[in-house]
């Protein structure tokens, strides 16, 4: 790429090391990251400093860059922060209000980064971008510490089922350095970092406007500092483990393009399918075998996670939009109330016994959410809680009218994950994540009088459909099989 104007490169830092590594292999797959943390701590300046330094800037950009930055700090350098403020009252207030995603790479990895706002009226808009991210850059004022704010970011990212972090002492630069500062704070995040289920925390003092320890080792004014820069330590981050959960399709679309069709469409939200597979279809509990999976433009031999196809069985079964084709085998939990976790977006309170709608994927139920604690960011602890506020972090429990089912939200993010909708305004309230089955919280189990059945598909249904069972259902599992399956259990109990 052509150099930018040579007024602007010799207004930064140099920062280029002495010697260049060796050509390497690049990673193939991009790590999805986010930046987080309070208002002003530098989120923006950061992957402005990253695009800038791993030369994802175009040459038009780098003129704007010059153009609009004007005189933002005493060192004469760039307003990186402009390269991710791309909407107006966004540069206007100096703050970032929306996502904004970008691409960059170094010689061994390419990244895809969040850059999220800090304010905490914006805080949905970063769950939003925790949702999907691998790792979370936690950045934090060397001269304020830890702030709420950045306790509640920590906390979504974790509850997001994040499990790394790099926390981001940035403008140490303003604190002269000060190593005992950054010990510190490292100290003091590690210890809310466990409180959060978080282990692998890696701690780095940087200067965001300087490039120090971004990308260039700001050794020269750091010696004390022996770890990795923040590009070497995402080169060596993992992407998120494979989920355990079995099948799952949830269905967007019901194709018939002729009578001789009959497709069943959606992106594979778990696991993996292949003809000649059985699946059943929640909630009715129907029994197929899959006869072929149809992409675009060609036949398939199988389908993964993450794949949009459409699906044709080998028998006409009743599926619409809001059903999930999952395997026989491993399906998902189901029953009418469940615990969960959820984030409060909107000014008007999580209410108890309002009927919410909640929104899974294609499908739409009618619950009641009863708030049971809150997460006190001050102190890192949980207490009681009749009704949960904006930006508040709580445990509810969820009561359905009708039969829902759900992964546990560490097993599967797409079917695990749900937002909650006022019908009065149409309002998104919350989003949330399942934790368990309600009926597994409260201890009931095969040994403290919860009922199992293992039944094959058309006996289950008639079973439930007993005058006995009606007022009961949350006190039976019932787990549909095959018939040779429902035989097994049988030969095992004798």
């Known amino acids: 790429m052509t150099a930018p104007s040579n007024a602007l490169a010799e207004a930064l830092v140099e920062t280029t090391p002495e010697a260049q590594p060796a050509p390497v292999t690049r990673d193939t797959r991009p790590l999805r990251l986010?930046?987080?943390?309070?208002?002003?701590?530098?989120k923006s300046t950061l992957i402005g400093r990253l695009l800038w330094d791993t030369k994802a800037v175009k040459e038009d950009q780098a003129a704007t860059l010059a153009r609009d930055s004007g005189s933002q700090n005493d060192l004469g350098l760039p307003d990186f922060a402009l390269l991710l403020d791309g909407l107006q009252a966004e540069r206007e207030q100096g703050i970032t209000?929306?996502?904004?995603?970008?691409?960059?790479?170094?010689?061994?990895?390419?990244?895809?980064v969040a850059d999220t706002p800090g304010h905490e009226q914006y805080t949905r808009n970063m769950a939003t971008g925790a949702s999907t991210a691998d790792l979370a850059i936690l950045l934090v004022d060397a001269r304020a510490g830890l702030l709420e704010q950045t306790r509640r970011h920590a906390t979504i990212a974790a509850l997001m089922g994040i499990k790394q972090f790099?926390?981001?002492?940035?403008?140490?630069?303003?604190?002269d350095y000060d190593r005992a500062g950054f010990e510190a704070i490292s100290n003091e995040f590690k210890t809310l970092a466990l409180s959060l289920g978080v282990r692998q925390v890696t701690t780095i003092p940087m200067s965001a406007l300087k490039g120090e320890n971004v990308v260039y080792s700001g050794a020269a004014v750091m010696p004390w500092y022996e770890g990795p820069t923040l590009v070497e330590t995402?080169?060596?981050?993992?992407?998120?483990?494979?989920?355990?959960?079995g099948f799952r399709l949830p269905v967007q679309r019901v194709s018939r393009p002729g009578e001789s069709f009959r497709g069943y469409q959606g992106t594979v939200a778990g696991g993996s399918v292949k003809p000649g597979d059985s699946v059943a279809i929640l909630p009715s509990g129907a029994i197929a075998n899959v006869k072929q999976i149809v992409t675009f433009d060609l036949v398939r031999n199988a389908a993964?996670?993450?794949?949009?196809?459409?699906?044709?069985?080998?028998?006409?079964?009743?599926?619409?939009?809001?059903?999930?084709?999952?395997?026989?085998?491993?399906?998902?939990?189901?029953?009418?109330?469940?615990?969960?976790?959820?984030?409060?977006?909107?000014?008007?309170p999580i209410q108890p016994g309002k009927r919410y709608w909640l929104k899974a994927g294609s499908r739409r139920q009618r619950v009641q959410v009863q708030p049971v604690s809150q997460l006190d960011l001050k102190s890192g602890k949980w207490g009681p809680a009749d009704s949960l506020a904006m930006n508040a972090i709580g445990k509810v429990q969820l009561s359905f009218d009708e039969t829902a089912f759900f992964d546990p939200y560490e097993q599967n993010r797409a079917t695990g994950a749900f937002i909650l909708i006022d019908p009065d305004t149409n309002n998104t309230v919350a989003g949330g994540?399942?934790?368990?089955?309600?009926?597994?919280?409260?201890?009931?189990?095969?040994?403290?009088?919860?009922?199992?059945?293992?039944?094959?598909?058309?006996?289950?249904?008639?079973?439930?459909?007993?005058?006995?069972?009606?007022?009961?259902?949350?006190?039976?599992?019932?787990r549909r099989v095959t018939a040779a399956k429902a035989k097994h259990v049988i030969e095992d109990l004798d």
């Open 166 to 175: 790099v926390l981001a002492i940035n403008k140490i630069d303003l604190t």
């Open 304 to 348: 993964v996670t993450g794949d949009a196809i459409t699906l044709v069985l080998d028998r006409q079964v009743d599926v619409s939009r809001g059903d999930m084709i999952v395997s026989l085998e491993g399906q998902p939990q189901a029953g009418l109330a469940f615990d969960a976790q959820i984030v409060a977006l909107q000014a008007e």
């Open 97 to 112: 209000i929306d996502v904004a995603y970008r691409y960059f790479a170094s010689d061994k990895r390419s990244f895809i």
């Open 234 to 245: 995402l080169e060596l981050a993992t992407l998120r483990g494979s989920q355990t959960s």
């Open 34 to 42: 986010i930046t987080c943390g309070s208002v002003d701590d530098g």
């Open 433 to 478: 994540m399942i934790t368990a089955r309600r009926s597994d919280i409260g201890g009931l189990n095969a040994n403290a009088g919860r009922v199992i059945l293992s039944l094959p598909a058309d006996l289950a249904d008639e079973v439930m459909a007993l005058e006995l069972l009606a007022s009961r259902r949350d006190e039976v599992e019932l």
